[in-house]
């Protein structure tokens, strides 16, 4: 199997939050144009121009020569440390086969993952400006108490927040009615995959606008949808696309249990979470399918099998295809979001707590993780310091009903404990 070969570049399209085009949503650069100058964006250009770029064949020649590609370091950094990366060989051989050799694809992606701008109601704690325009808002109203606070969650970028530019800004590339009809077009035309995420999906209106255009085209029924939501959103319109579609996915974005996640994903409402949960398994019909998604980080890595045994309850005792679970979430950045940055201690207790419980080969990765050392004795007072600057900062401008030191105790103290 090659080690750095990937469907993507073959099956695949990305459009991200603000309508760059990318190889999937692992990546973070840009596809460039061939002018040099310019990226490829939905707001602007087609799926087919893009597709057989310059780029586009420099990174199939390179994959199929075994040539490692920058686009797709996080996917091998992720494989590096035992971890279940995007990156996937089934084909790789039929692919070939339909790719020239200067690159060129001869056939039309089948899969496509749409990102349907930053709109949210959620300021989440591992979240961006990129994905949700309530966390810059919160950043800029935080920036009016206190410049100081703002101009350090700046230059720390990934470490604290993934930071990006122009804070508050809602990305909507696809309002222009032009350039929304043609991606209808081409989706209801070439796609069989769909992923559709946001920002909150349920809250943009062509995100139904797009159901109803490939209903009216009789295109449902050739696609598989995979839903990414946070849950506090639900719309009674679903009830009619949903059985026409050839099969369906709602990811869960369920980060803990009961005040867990309302303080992660704030300010979300657990009864609600679960409401919604509801609303999709009474839905479920002969072609549905629910999968619990969560954002594994520092702040629910403690609860990781609590989470894993709450869901299978709530599943009726067993996963199997009609419930999933997936890792895929995993978060590494910010880096004080990554659970390998806390005290080697409570690592370690959170490992054998974790230890008694018994899942999968993924699950079993995490722990080992927990167990390993990864910064120098340096970088981990780094990380830990900002985590409590940032996190103390954010609770006291939230006013949260419990803080992270609340929620997490022995996390507070074995902090304290190291930095003494």
């Known amino acids: 199997m090659s080690k750095v070969f990937c469907g993507k570049p073959f099956n695949h399209n990305y459009i991200h939050m603000n309508g760059k085009m990318r190889l999937c949503c692992t990546t973070i650069q840009n596809i460039p144009s061939d002018d040099g100058y310019t990226l490829f964006d939905a707001g602007r250009h087609s799926i087919e121009e893009y597709w057989n770029s310059d ?56 899969s496509m993952q749409l990102q349907m701008g930053n709109i949210c109601n959620l300021k989440c704690k591992m979240c961006s400006q990129a994905y949700s325009h309530m966390v810059g808002l919160e950043l800029l109203e935080m920036g009016d108490n206190d410049p100081d606070f703002l101009l350090w969650v700046k230059e720390q970028g990934a470490v604290v927040n993934n930071w990006t530019n122009e804070l508050g800004r809602k990305e909507q590339w696809f309002k ?78 369920v980060d803990g249990v009961g ?28 072609n549905g399918n629910i999968t619990l998604s969560p954002a594994v980080q520092l702040l629910n890595i403690d609860q990781l099998d609590d989470i894993i045994q709450w869901w299978k309850d709530w599943c009726g005792g067993e996963l199997n295809e009609r419930y999933g679970f997936t890792w895929l979430a995993t978060v590494w950045y910010p880096l004080i979001c990554n659970p390998n940055m806390a005290p080697r201690e409570w690592r370690l207790q959170v490992a054998e707590k974790l230890s008694k419980y018994k899942f999968d080969e993924n699950y079993e990765n995490i722990i080992k993780q ?26 006291q401008f939230r006013n949260v009903k419990k803080t992270w030191r609340e929620l997490l105790p022995s996390l507070a103290s074995a902090l304290t404990n190291d930095r003494e």
């Open 259 to 286: 005040e867990r996640t309302e303080y992660i994903r704030y300010p979300s409402r657990w009864d609600k979470v679960l409401e919604s949960l509801e609303f999709y398994r009474s839905n479920l019909g002969n």
């Open 370 to 395: 927990l167990r390993r050392d990864h910064h120098t004795p340096e970088k981990y007072r780094e990380l830990q310091t900002a985590f409590i600057k940032y996190n103390d900062k954010q609770d």
């Open 55 to 110: 780029r586009m064949k420099e990174i199939r020649r390179n994959m199929i020569a075994g040539r490692e590609t920058r686009d797709c370091r996080r996917c091998y950094e992720q494989e590096a440390q035992g971890v279940q990366s995007l990156r996937g060989t089934e084909g790789m051989e039929d692919y070939i086969a339909h790719t020239l050799p200067d690159g060129t694809y001869t056939r039309l992606a089948d």
């Open 176 to 253: 222009d009615p032009d350039i929304k009809i043609k991606m209808f077009e081409h989706i209801s035309k070439n796609i069989r995959q769909l992923c559709v995420i946001g920002g909150e999906p349920t809250l943009i209106p062509e995100f139904y606008e797009l159901f109803e255009y490939c209903d009216s085209q009789g295109t449902l029924g050739d696609k598989s949808v995979t839903i990414v939501t946070n849950l506090t959103n639900t719309n009674p319109k679903m009830t009619k696309w949903l059985p026409r579609l050839q099969s369906w996915a709602i990811w869960a974005s």
